[in-house]
């Protein structure tokens, strides 16, 4: 026997259980759901992060064309390798950051933290870079910088010798070292969180970086980052733990 709707419709019951169901399903769909009845969404890969600034804005210091082939393919490269690398692992659901942690020094998953680093040293590289930069630093960066290594020439002095003669790829950089900053250089992929030490700015020196514009004189463009490029007010924001 059936049972009367509230418009006295006389139902199957198992119609009536099958409206019931559809209706909740509907009404589940209709919040955004499916996660509510097991159907757990897939994690969204990694977005690359844009440019702090129009690719012809480091002009002529650095090229359209440099900043082109280093953000659009080298940068986004790496960010591409690792969700393919990630993809349907517990990795997929980590930051940036977290990936690199749980990777960093285990042989089984260096693609994964070359891949992931290179992505975080990028970001952070384009950051580290202004329109109009170099100059003097903040007066709570200043104090500090003088501290350690001095004078601030010292400072920069120390920067490009470490950029310049990192052999092969790698990166340059100022960093946090419990109450003192100091210069250090990485090869490759490697990134001075992994030794316990927190970075300010970079100095990308792997050949993508310059050789467009100045070839074999890594020198030149080191020495054009560091005095007419350096953003010292990204690094002050880092040093305050912005």
Same mark, same amino acid.
């Given at each position: 026997?059936?049972? &009367?709707?509230?418009?006295?419709?006389? +139902?199957?019951?198992?119609?009536?259980?099958?409206?019931?169901?559809?209706?909740?399903?509907?009404? /589940?769909?209709?919040?955004?759901?499916?996660?509510?009845?097991?159907?757990?969404? *897939?994690?969204?890969?990694?977005?690359?992060?844009?440019?702090?600034?129009?690719?012809?804005?480091?002009? &002529?210091?650095?090229? @359209?064309? /440099?900043?082109?082939?280093?953000?659009?393919?080298?940068?986004?490269?790496?960010?591409?390798?690792?969700?393919?690398?990630?993809?349907?692992?517990?990795?997929?659901?980590?930051?940036?950051?977290?990936?690199?942690?749980?990777? !960093?020094?285990?042989?089984?998953?260096?693609?994964?933290?070359?891949?992931?680093?290179? /992505?975080?040293?990028?970001?952070?590289?384009?950051?580290?870079?202004? &329109?109009?930069?170099?100059?003097?630093?903040? *007066?709570?960066?200043?104090?500090?910088?003088?501290?350690?290594?001095?004078?601030?020439?010292?400072?920069?002095?120390?920067?490009?010798?470490?950029?310049?003669?990192?052999?092969?790829?790698?990166?340059?950089?100022?960093?946090?070292?419990?109450?003192?900053?100091?210069?250090?250089? /990485?090869?490759? *992929?490697?990134?001075?969180?992994?030794?316990?030490?927190? &970075?300010?700015?970079?100095?990308?020196?792997?050949?993508? !970086?310059?050789?467009?514009?100045?070839?074999?004189?890594? @020198?030149?463009?080191?020495? @054009?980052?560091?005095?007419? +490029?350096?953003?010292?007010?990204?690094?002050?924001?880092?040093? !305050?733990?912005?």
């Amino acid at each position: 026997m059936g049972y &009367p709707d509230k418009n006295h419709a006389v +139902l199957n019951p198992g119609r009536r259980i099958f409206l019931k169901a559809a209706a909740g399903a509907a009404a /589940t769909i209709a919040m955004g759901g499916f996660a509510r009845h097991g159907f757990a969404e *897939a994690p969204a890969p990694l977005k690359l992060p844009p440019l702090p600034y129009g690719e012809s804005a480091l002009e &002529p210091l650095i090229s @359209a064309r /440099t900043i082109s082939f280093h953000y659009g393919k080298h940068h986004k490269g790496y960010l591409d390798n690792l969700n393919r690398l990630i993809a349907g692992t517990e990795m997929a659901r980590m930051s940036l950051e977290k990936i690199m942690s749980v990777s !960093a020094g285990k042989p089984e998953k260096v693609a994964i933290f070359n891949n992931a680093a290179q /992505t975080w040293n990028h970001d952070f590289y384009w950051r580290s870079l202004r &329109p109009g930069g170099g100059g003097e630093p903040p *007066a709570v960066l200043s104090k500090i910088i003088k501290a350690s290594f001095g004078s601030l020439d010292a400072c920069r002095k120390e920067l490009a010798d470490a950029a310049v003669t990192q052999f092969g790829s790698g990166w340059a950089w100022l960093v946090l070292d419990g109450a003192k900053v100091k210069v250090v250089k /990485t090869a490759n *992929a490697d990134n001075p969180m992994t030794r316990g030490l927190k &970075p300010l700015v970079t100095i990308d020196v792997w050949e993508h !970086a310059y050789y467009l514009d100045y070839q074999n004189r890594r @020198a030149d463009y080191v020495t @054009a980052v560091i005095g007419k +490029l350096l953003n010292w007010e990204f690094a002050a924001g880092n040093l !305050a733990g912005r």
